[in-house]
Nanobody, 122 residues
Framework: QVQLVESGGGLVQAGGSLRLSCAAS????????MGWFRQAPGKEREFVAA????????YDADSGKGRFTISRDPAKNTVYLQMHSLKPEDTAVYHC???????????????WGQGTQVTVSS
């Protein structure tokens, strides 16, 4: 069992930056690939980024390329999503999730956090 807790969301003006964190419980963090997804009101959940178990591979959605960077710190059992040049369309609840292999599809992820709200004002 892995428990995931996100933090770092908030209200930011367009063009600003935020760094989201996802802290994982347990000693099995290094066994899981990690991903970030987001869901805006009235929209389907959307893949944002993913990172492999050892951090050697990352996947990025086109929507965040050049602006979002995923990383992980095994010493802290934490995965991060650094977001720059934020746009109003980035407004959503951001969830982190754990999977056995790096993936883009939500159904490949086994554990999910509750999410953190990101609101970007124009």
């Amino acid at each position: 069992q892995v428990q995931l807790v996100e933090s770092g969301g908030g209200l930011v003006q367009a063009g600003g930056s935020l760094r989201l964190s996802c802290a994982a419980s347990g000693r099995t963090f290094s066994r899981y690939a990690m991903g970030w997804f987001r869901q805006a009101p009235g929209k389907e959940r959307e893949f944002v980024a993913a990172i492999s178990t050892n951090g050697g591979s990352t996947y990025d959605a086109d929507s965040g390329k050049g602006r979002f960077t995923i990383s992980r710190d095994p010493a802290k059992n934490t995965v991060y999503l650094q977001m720059h040049s934020l746009k109003p369309e980035d407004t959503a609840v951001y969830h982190c999730a754990a999977a056995t292999l790096i993936a883009r599809l939500a159904h490949d992820y086994v554990y999910w956090g509750q999410g953190t709200q990101v609101t970007v004002s124009s």
